[in-house]
């Protein structure tokens, strides 16, 4: 079979963008050799991981998951099921740190809940200044965040643990953290792609704020005086959020909307 009768039968299954990506990955040619020589060939073991591939994403597998890597601020991660999918709206959390860093001198970052490291590793490339501590629970998790660090040469120290076990008695400038924030049966979590990621990192059960608010009421034991919180949270959480902050004693509690024009992450000082 040539690439470009692959390609035309994925797709009376999956998208186009889809399919040409996945002949790809199966293939090993890039975008220009499916345009220039489209009767190339595909070998038997090829067309067996196309077709394995397609199968898989017709099912409703997410394209991330079944490609292994998703791109996310210009540089692909490895993803598995063990960790959420990067997604773009998590850029502005790493922006907002970016900018809380630029005026200290070797600041101590905390990345709580860190799944395959997005947030951690991005801020130790782009503030090669920061020293950059990773937590979470799952030891799938750790594994893929460590893969990803070592790919893309970025310093962080990873820890296993619940939130702040794992850092007792240490002290940051800056705690970042994307935590579970969908309420239980919220009906997206039946939608995109959603019951292929795994629940414990999307959903904290209950109302959607049960792991802001342990996060919001213990973060100060481990900020230094001045030291910042930041935190991404869902769409219609963004006053709760700030009064969250402001009954824990943290000052000028904000929230900064994301380009959709959505609340999106909440934050404050000590």
């Known amino acids: 079979m040539t690439l470009f009768e692959a390609l035309a039968a994925a797709r009376q299954h999956i998208d186009r963008l889809d399919a040409r990506l996945l002949l790809q990955y199966a293939s090993g040619c890039s975008h220009t050799d499916l345009l220039a020589r489209p009767e190339t060939e595909l070998s038997a073991v090829a067309y067996a991981r196309f ?14 998951y079944v490609l292994g890597e998703c791109e996310f601020r210009g540089r692909l991660f490895e993803v598995t099921p063990a960790v959420l999918i990067p997604r773009p709206e998590t850029e502005l959390l ?30 130790a490339l782009e503030c090669p200044a920061a020293e950059v501590l990773a937590v979470d629970i799952e030891e799938p998790a750790i594994a ?4 990803n660090a070592e790919r893309l040469a970025a310093r962080v120290d990873f820890r296993q643990g619940d939130w702040f076990a794992p850092v007792a008695g240490e002290r940051f400038d800056l705690i970042v953290a994307n935590p ?27 109302d959607g704020l049960a792991c802001i608010r342990h996060i919001v009421a213990a973060a100060a034991a ?19 959020s700030r009064n969250l902050l402001t009954a824990a004693g943290f000052k000028a509690a904000s929230t900064y909307p994301d380009l959709a024009g959505l609340d999106r992450v909440s934050g404050a000082y000590l």
Do not use: K, M, N
């Open 180 to 206: 579970p924030y969908v309420a239980a049966g919220d009906p997206h979590l039946a939608l995109d792609g959603l019951p292929w990621e795994p629940l414990g990192a999307l959903s904290d059960g209950g």
């Open 94 to 123: 790493i922006d907002l740190a970016s900018l809380q860093l630029q005026h200290r001198q070797s600041p101590r970052v905390l990345d709580l809940g860190c799944g395959s490291g997005i947030i951690a590793i991005s801020l």
């Open 51 to 64: 077709a394995e591939s397609v199968a898989r994403r017709a099912a409703g597998e997410p394209l991330a």
């Open 144 to 147: 893929v965040a460590r893969h």
């Open 222 to 240: 481990y900020l230094t005086p001045g030291g910042s919180l930041l935190f991404e949270h869902g769409y219609d959480q963004g006053q709760a």
